[in-house]
């Protein structure tokens, strides 16, 4: 793993092995980062957002570009939102607080909060609190977040 400089670091975060996190990365609480991701400078990861296996987040819309520096934007993902296993997302795109994105989806617009999306280009396909346990239980998988207090020096 390794975290470059000018990333804050939020409590109880998790991040896998061969992972890369670069410089200017904004990681909040509880966030886990599993093995062989990469997260581009810029990019911002709420409170317990979970990023799959092989995540790759992007921030370059043209690569190489004479002025590439002018234009690098870092994907936000939002507060519980969980990236499945092999999932990209392209340069600037928000993912929504308890988005689900299925795994080896290719997400290039932004994502509603509580959207699931699949494929390639990712698109959504039902809300997050549509989803049922598939075991059959009688709960939701995602239950709502519940909101957290306001800061001191709000």
Known sequence: MLVREH????DDVSVGSLSVVEHTVHIGDRVRVHSHCFVPEFSVLEDDAWLGPRVTLT????PRCPDVSKCIKGVHIGRAA???ANVTILPGVR???????GAGAVVTKDVAPGAVVIGNAG???KTIDDLLCPAGLDHRPYPPVPPYPPSPSE
């Open 95 to 101: 993912i929504g607080e308890r988005a689900l994105i």
């Open 82 to 84: 969980r990236i499945g």
């Open 59 to 62: 921030n370059a819309p043209f």
């Open 7 to 10: 990333t804050t670091v939020g």
């Open 123 to 125: 698109r959504q396909v």
